[in-house]
């Protein structure tokens, strides 16, 4: 399917726990963003990716580690769950030198007990 | 540093009502703006934007004019529907900045028939 999917959609994890949220795209766009959504706070980035292999923080980076060995791949990997990062996790991508607009995955659903 | 506020939710409207949501930005220059749309179980997408001061942003009935003078860029729209009920983000981008939109802490909208 064209398009930005995310898998899962819903995870229960516990404390402690590693957790990878898995987000492909099929447009080769160059950018890809990791947000998470909380209530109250809106979006807010957390890593983001200008190219494969090219990787940056946003502005929530702590407890997170992503990885992009390839163009339409950009895993990001809670390396040890907190309750904390219970949220909504989008992935998004852009094309490059039009990043302002970003197309949204439907997002995975993190419940850390 | 650059911030997005936008009026608290939720609002709840009657089906051709009037719709305004108010956002307001704090930037160092000229960001571009934009309103993003969440429909119930799905990431967000670009609704409209404007990139430079008196830009008028329009989209499905809605508008959004950038304001520089009052740094806003409040969205209208004159009739609204009973599918218009989403979450609205007002969101920026600094000028040069390839990477990241700041977003509003989302205004939840239900429209009822």
């Known amino acids: 399917d064209a398009g930005i999917t995310q898998s899962p959609r819903y995870k229960i994890t516990e404390t402690g726990r590693q957790v990878t949220l898995m987000c492909h795209q099929t447009?080769?766009?160059?950018?890809m963003f990791w947000y998470r959504q909380d209530l109250g706070h809106g979006l807010r980035l957390i890593y983001y990716s200008a190219a494969a292999d090219i990787t940056d923080k946003g502005e929530v980076p702590d407890g997170y580690v992503v990885s992009r060995s390839k163009t339409e791949n950009f895993p990001l990997t809670l390396e040890s769950a907190t309750r904390s990062q219970t949220s909504v996790y989008f992935c998004a991508s852009g094309e490059q030198g039009r990043t302002d607009t970003q197309y949204f995955g439907p997002g995975t659903r993190l419940t850390v007990l | 540093g650059d911030s997005v506020t936008q009026m608290e939710g939720p609002v709840t409207l009657s089906e051709e009502a009037f719709l305004t949501i108010n956002c307001t930005y704090t930037a160092t220059g000229y960001p571009s703006l934009f309103w993003y749309v969440q429909y119930p179980g799905e990431g967000l997408q670009l609704l409209l934007k404007a990139t430079k001061a008196d830009d008028k942003g329009s989209n499905k009935g809605f508008e959004a004019t950038y304001r520089k003078e009052t740094t806003s860029f409040h969205l209208e729209k004159g009739s609204v529907q009973v599918s218009d009920s989403a979450v609205y983000f007002c969101?920026?981008?600094?000028?040069?900045?390839?990477?990241?939109?700041?977003f509003g802490s989302g205004t939840q909208l239900t429209v009822l028939p």
């Open positions: 447009w080769s766009h160059s950018y």
């Open positions: 969101a920026q981008k600094a000028t040069g900045s390839a990477r990241q939109l700041t």
